[in-house]
């Protein structure tokens, strides 16, 4: 916590909401955030189209409640994975045009995240379709 030279505790710039004010002003901001990763980011319509694809999908293929929410989850994740890739490489481009070590290292772990997540939709999907046509 930063102190004042006085000792008194800075005022936050943030409005303290409370209850169910919060929990509206939070989902307004959710809903700007996705609108602007609709707006802005390929990425990110791509995997959310892919997502919306999938999931009837995953009702036909998984046979337990269990198996169509390991086939769901990890498509839910990637989604999340990329607003947090595209809300990273957001800051990055703020902070500066010129190419520093940190910024690329900062990108390129961002899109690993989305690798390994789209991965496990692969890994999963690969798993419980194979469980289904060839070993039962």
């Keep these: 916590m930063v102190v004042q ?15 169910l004010h919060r929990v509206g002003w939070a989902a307004y901001y959710s809903y700007r955030g996705i609108r602007a990763a609709l707006e802005n980011e390929a990425a990110f319509r791509q995997e959310l189209a892919l997502m919306l694809a999938l999931l009837p999908l995953a009702f036909w293929l998984g046979e337990t409640v269990e198996q169509r929410i390991l086939l769901i989850a990890p498509c839910v994740l990637v989604v999340v994975v990329e607003l947090l890739n595209s809300a ?31 991965f496990l939709v692969v890994l999963t999907w690969g798993l419980i379709a194979w469980d289904r046509f060839f070993v039962s």
């Design 88 to 118: 990273i490489e957001a800051v990055v481009d703020r902070i500066g045009a010129e190419k520093h070590i940190l910024s690329g290292q900062a990108k390129d772990m961002g899109s690993a995240a989305v690798f390994f997540s789209l």
């Design 5 to 19: 030279p006085d000792g008194q505790e800075p005022e936050m710039n943030k409005p303290r909401r409370r209850g």
